[in-house]
């Protein structure tokens, strides 16, 4: 899940003398490693129900499809706005989608969020289960492969290095 460690300016979380951490921590980071996977898997699900339900003649699935893909879109507009704010060390207007938008008007921008990331781990997994997964091109598959690694890899790094750091070393 995305967090921002309580800042909007960009300078990230951490104990304030530990760049690593403090980088883990940047809105930028957030973005390249959680907030754009996310959209690539939306984006994927999106275009794989316009598929499907073209296929099948289906038009409440075609326009869910075009609806996700709409949705995708504009989170991954949003997680460039909030980087591209991050690397001006400015704070940023946006949260990093929309559901967390609506979360920032209600007041409550990271329980949004978190519905935000079920729903993306719901997207994965609906991938999956249902075998769409092997309906991608082999294209669209390396953009997948591309965002669960990156995804995967970088929540791994983080996590060791906190607990490299909280260990002392």
Request: glycine residues 12%; neutral net charge; charged residues 15%.
């Amino acid at each position: 899940m995305v967090t921002d460690q309580g800042t909007d300016s960009g300078s990230g979380g951490g104990d304030g003398s530990d760049s690593i951490q403090r980088l883990f921590g940047r809105p930028f980071f957030l973005s390249l490693t959680i907030g754009v996977p996310f959209c690539i898997f939306k984006l994927l699900f999106g275009v794989t129900a316009v598929r499907i339900g073209l296929d099948a003649a289906q038009t409440p699935l075609v326009i869910f499809g075009w609806v996700v893909v709409i949705w995708a879109g504009l989170d991954l507009l949003m997680n460039g706005a909030r980087s591209g704010f991050d690397l001006m060390e400015r704070p940023s207007p946006l949260e990093y989608c929309t559901i967390a938008q609506v979360g920032r008007i209600a007041r409550m921008p990271m329980v949004f969020l978190g519905i935000d990331t079920l729903l993306s781990f719901s997207i994965i997994c609906g991938m999956l289960w249902s075998g769409w997964i092997t309906t991608l091109t082999q294209t669209e598959a390396y953009l997948w492969y591309a965002a669960t690694t990156l995804n995967l890899i970088s929540l791994s790094v983080v996590s060791i290095y906190t607990e490299y750091r909280r260990l002392g070393r």
